[in-house]
């Protein structure tokens, strides 16, 4: 490969929205934080080390009764309000630019509650509201 001598159509993907299958038994709730397994089905985030954090669900989707992969679930990947946690796990303005953690499918911490808890993504702000939490899997808050 050699560097460009000319413009170029470069293929991109407009929005933010993603879909993905979801889990078994498995109900995710519009607003809700979604997250992907260790199997890599969707599902609604909890308390587990082993979830990535991909956005927050558009709609409703109800797998409650279904096997993984029965029903696909759609999710934006962006900057969302979210509930925060209390005590000395309140995401407070000296966390902004930090990581922050799930602790279920609204609520999120500022720490990981002694290795219990995966990233959740980046606080952006904090307000009397709940916490402004920056979700993509791929802004390198995994790392």
Same mark, same amino acid.
């Given at each position: 490969?050699?560097?460009?001598?000319?413009?170029?159509?470069?293929?991109?993907?407009?929005?933010?929205?993603?879909?993905?299958?979801?889990?078994?038994?498995?109900?995710?709730?519009?607003?809700?934080?979604?997250?992907?397994?260790?199997?890599?089905?969707?599902?609604?985030?909890?308390?587990?080390?082993?979830?990535?954090?991909?956005?927050?669900?558009?709609?409703?989707?109800?797998?409650?009764?279904?096997?993984?992969?029965?029903?696909?679930?759609?999710?934006?990947?962006?900057?969302?309000?979210?509930?925060?946690? @209390?005590?000395? *796990?309140?995401?407070? /303005?000296?966390?902004?630019?930090?990581?922050?953690?799930? =602790? #279920? $499918?609204?609520? %999120? @911490?500022?720490? *990981?509650?002694?290795? /219990?808890?995966?990233?959740?993504?980046?606080?952006?702000? =904090? #307000? $009397?509201?709940? %916490?402004?939490?920056?979700?993509?899997?791929? /802004?390198?808050?995994?790392?």
């Amino acid at each position: 490969m050699t560097a460009a001598t000319k413009n170029r159509n470069t293929p991109t993907r407009a929005g933010l929205r993603r879909a993905g299958k979801v889990a078994a038994a498995a109900h995710c709730f519009a607003g809700t934080i979604a997250v992907q397994n260790a199997s890599g089905y969707v599902e609604p985030a909890s308390t587990a080390t082993t979830l990535i954090a991909l956005g927050v669900f558009t709609a409703e989707a109800d797998n409650t009764n279904g096997a993984d992969g029965d029903v696909v679930a759609e999710f934006d990947r962006g900057c969302f309000r979210l509930a925060n946690s @209390a005590d000395a *796990d309140a995401i407070t /303005s000296a966390d902004i630019g930090k990581a922050c953690y799930l =602790v #279920d $499918d609204q609520t %999120v @911490a500022k720490t *990981d509650g002694t290795a /219990s808890r995966s990233k959740a993504g980046i606080v952006d702000e =904090v #307000d $009397d509201l709940g %916490v402004w939490v920056r979700i993509d899997p791929t /802004s390198g808050v995994l790392v």
